[in-house]
Antibody
Framework: QVTLRESGPALVKPTQTLTLTCSFSGFSLSTSGMCVGWIRQPPGKALEWLAVIDWEDDKYYNSSLKTRLTISKDTSKNQVVLTMTSLDPMDTATYFC??????????????WGQGNLVTVSS | QSVLTQPPSVSAAPGQKVTISCSGSSSNIGNNYVSWYQQLPGTAPKLLIYDNNKRPSGIPDRFSGSRSGTSATLGITGLQTGDEADYYCGTWDSSLFIWVFGGGTTLTVL
């Protein structure tokens, strides 16, 4: 079955760089139509999409965060890594990774990890 | 400000029906299929509806989805207290090449 799990620090200092890893099983990111994305949710607030990487290694980013984000994949390890630079307390959120299934005009996140709460504080 | 617009909250009594709207534009809902997600308190979101109106295995047929033009609607019948959650719509935006979520709707079953 498909599973995803986020790992990374729980506490990061302002201005530092955050690195989160999504480890997944049950599918391959080299299979056509498979993608992995990152979504975050500040406490008590709505979901915010951050980035997605697809089976062809194409990468797409949230326009307002694009300069701070980098997404990459290691297909052999079944991992996707998200880095976010210049952390600010406003970046405090639960960060989720999720599998996206993609076809022409049809995209959806069908499996989600449990989330990794990241607090940005000095 | 979310690209997709949802009402902040809806409420109804147990056993009743509720609908949640999601309004977008020609570059997102008007051009791509819509999915809906249910987020129970303290848990990760779960796919509820995909491709506008399809239900993943295990999702009861009390949940339904539809799309018309640049809007989509989630319907829930036979409301249960366990349906109290936040609901989000989402789709791809073909002009911006980004994923967009609605701002979320909190369902209260009175």
């Amino acid at each position: 079955q498909v599973t995803l799990r986020e790992s990374g620090p729980a506490l990061v200092k302002p201005t530092q760089t955050l690195t989160l890893t999504c480890s997944f099983s049950g599918f391959s990111l080299s299979t056509s139509g498979m993608c992995v994305g990152w979504i975050r949710q500040p406490p008590g607030k709505a979901l915010e999409w951050l980035a997605v990487i697809d089976w062809e290694d194409d990468k797409y980013y949230n326009s307002s965060l694009k300069t701070r984000l980098t997404i990459s994949k290691d297909t052999s390890k079944n991992q996707v890594v998200l880095t976010m630079t210049s952390l600010d307390p406003m970046d405090t959120a639960t960060y989720f990774c999720a599998r996206m299934t993609a076809a022409t005009q049809k995209y959806y996140f069908d499996y989600w990890g449990q989330g990794n709460l990241v607090t940005v504080s000095s | 400000q979310s690209v997709l617009t949802q009402p902040p909250s809806v409420s109804a009594a147990p056993g009743q029906k509720v609908t949640i709207s999601c309004s977008g534009s020609s570059s997102n809902i008007g051009n791509n299929y819509v999915s809906w997600y249910q987020q129970l308190p303290g848990t990760a979101p779960k796919l509820l509806i995909y491709d506008n109106n399809k239900r993943p295995s295990g999702i009861p047929d009390r949940f339904s989805g539809s799309r018309s033009g640049t809007s989509a609607t989630l319907g829930i019948t036979g409301l249960q207290t366990g349906d109290e959650a936040d609901y989000y719509c989402g789709t791809w935006d073909s002009s911006l090449f980004i994923w967009v979520f609605g701002g979320g709707t909190t369902l209260t079953v009175l």
